[in-house]
């Protein structure tokens, strides 16, 4: 198999580059959670210390929300607030997901590229260098450039976890 970072041909070219490090990271997280059965997806490690796949997957979506709209300029609207967050629960942790198919995750996930894409055909290389504020308890800044990156380098972060809690999901199910 051969790998290349190609930009795409509807975008500038580095807007292309970018958007192609989220569209790869979100094909490997379909690759790397496919096949789970519900109560993998739901799994929570052991002793259900750690957030589950599902929660992961949602709140990378919501993270990517968060980030597109900021890229457009606008504010996340209520709809996609309340379908996709919050960001954290009222104990500042990831909040629960349970029962939500992959299928319904993954084609919900689709639909958030497919958004990002929208968006990146919008942009030019030098809309790249403008400033947006993010975080949501203490405001940082970064540019819109770094912003598509940390879409991706989040997606990949994250995925670290997925591979482990299928590790334990298998470790756990041999010994049952």
Request: aromatic share 10%; charged share 25%; with cysteine.
């Amino acid at each position: 198999m051969f790998y290349d970072l190609q930009g795409e041909a509807n975008m500038s070219p580095i807007v292309g580059i970018l958007y192609s490090a989220v569209k790869e990271n979100s094909q490997r997280l379909q690759l790397i959670t496919d096949g789970m059965s519900q109560e993998e997806i739901d799994y929570k490690g052991p002793n259900n210390k750690f957030n589950s796949t599902a929660q992961l997957i949602q709140h990378i979506m919501y993270v990517d929300l968060n980030w597109i709209y900021r890229i457009k300029g606008q504010p996340l609207p209520d709809s996609l607030k309340e379908q996709y967050g919050p960001m954290i629960d009222a104990n500042n942790r990831l909040p629960m997901v349970k029962g939500k198919s992959l299928l319904t995750l993954i084609t919900d996930y689709e639909g958030v590229i497919k958004l990002l894409e929208d968006t990146c055909t919008q942009l030019t290389d030098a809309d790249l260098d403008k400033v947006v504020t993010f975080g949501h308890e203490n405001e940082k800044q970064a540019t819109i450039r770094w912003g598509i990156w940390h879409m991706a380098d989040h997606n990949r972060y994250h995925q670290a976890h997925i591979n482990q809690l299928r590790k334990w999901y298998k470790e756990n199910s041999l010994s049952n």
